[in-house]
């Protein structure tokens, strides 16, 4: 039975779930833009060379 | 000599340590890696939420479901880190220095987790946010050696003195790694002590292991996640860099 209502802890429990989804989601959209745009610039110079 | 192509990568433990190698053999795990992490989390918050409050610590309980794997994800990249700075010292091979600057930001990130979470968890429980005992200043000083392996690695101009100093450091914080782990065995500590991996077997009560065993299980895969991409990418970024250069002498 999902169980959402956190009281009495719930200034507690809240903050620390949503800083780690947020510092999760962060991390992770950090590698991914950074692999895309890394990926597309070695694309565009191989090419070039070509 | 462009990567992997020395001697010592005939030997079969370097098989991947060739660049290209590692990028065929990982091309097709990561988009997996993405996928299974994403399902787990989802799986192990649904898990969390569903569990019951606990009788003494009532739904503080559900922070250990994030701080218990933030903790342990810190550590163990950290160990990546360590043993790729040692790897790359000792046989100088790029990939490994790509590794060991791969781990550092999610570590540090997962070791941040950790204390902003135990914090959290301790004002309600202990009645403090904070205290100096060997667990907490041990962990706080395992941050503080991902926060010095970063800063050194930017301070430095010139990539390869870069990342030979910041190998050095990154092996010389391994020797934080088993006073983390034992803090709590050898010093008395508010924090508890280990619970889960234990002689004797665990003293988590059983309703609360899916959850935890599924967030620690999601943590893990989304780190390989994440560490894999990012060497992919720096090995790309170094690519790129080769090929600038290259571009700059021809002109």
Do not use: C
């Given at each position: 039975?999902?169980?959402?209502?956190?009281?009495?802890?719930?200034?507690?429990?809240?903050?620390?779930?949503?800083?780690?989804?947020?510092?999760?989601?962060?991390l992770s959209a950090r590698a991914l833009i950074a692999a895309r745009r890394w990926k597309r610039e070695l694309a565009r110079l191989e090419a070039e060379r070509k | 000599m462009p990567w992997g192509a020395g001697p010592r990568n005939r030997l079969p433990m370097f098989g991947l340590a060739n660049p290209d190698r590692f990028m065929r053999f990982t091309g097709p795990l990561v988009p997996v890696l993405w996928i299974c992490a994403l399902g787990l989390l989802l799986l192990g918050t649904w898990f969390s939420f569903t569990a019951p409050a606990d009788y003494q610590q009532g739904d503080t309980v559900r922070i250990m479901f994030i701080h218990v794997p933030a903790a342990s994800l810190g550590l163990m990249a950290y160990g990546a880190l360590g043993v790729s700075s040692f790897l790359a010292l000792v046989f100088r091979?790029?990939?490994a220095d790509a590794a060991a600057r791969a781990a550092a930001v999610p570590g540090a990130a997962f070791?941040?987790?950790?204390?902003?979470?135990?914090?959290?968890?301790?004002?309600?429980?202990?009645g403090t946010w904070w205290v100096w005992d060997a667990r907490l200043t041990s962990v706080l000083v395992l941050f503080l050696f991902y926060l010095g392996y970063m800063a050194l690695r930017a301070s430095i101009d010139d990539e390869a003195k870069a990342a030979r100093a910041a190998a050095v450091l990154g092996l010389v914080?391994?020797?934080?790694?088993?006073?983390?782990?034992?803090?709590?065995?050898?010093?008395?500590?508010?924090?508890?002590p280990a619970s889960l991996l234990r002689s004797g077997g665990t003293s988590v009560d059983p309703v609360f292991l899916p959850a935890l065993l599924?967030?620690?299980?999601?943590?893990?895969?989304?780190?390989?996640?994440?560490w894999l991409t990012s060497i992919r990418t720096e090995v790309r970024r170094r690519r790129?860099?080769?090929?600038?250069?290259?571009?700059?002498?021809?002109?």
């Open positions: 039975m999902l169980d959402l209502d956190m009281s009495p802890y719930g200034a507690f429990v809240w903050p620390a779930w949503g800083i780690s989804a947020v510092v999760l989601a962060a | 091979h790029p990939l070791t941040a987790l950790a204390l902003v979470t135990g914090s959290l968890w301790g004002q309600p429980m202990w914080g391994l020797i934080n790694l088993p006073i983390v782990k034992f803090s709590v065995d050898w010093w008395n500590t508010l924090h508890q599924t967030m620690m299980a999601a943590y893990a895969v989304l780190f390989g996640a994440i790129v860099l080769t090929l600038r250069a290259r571009a700059a002498l021809e002109a």
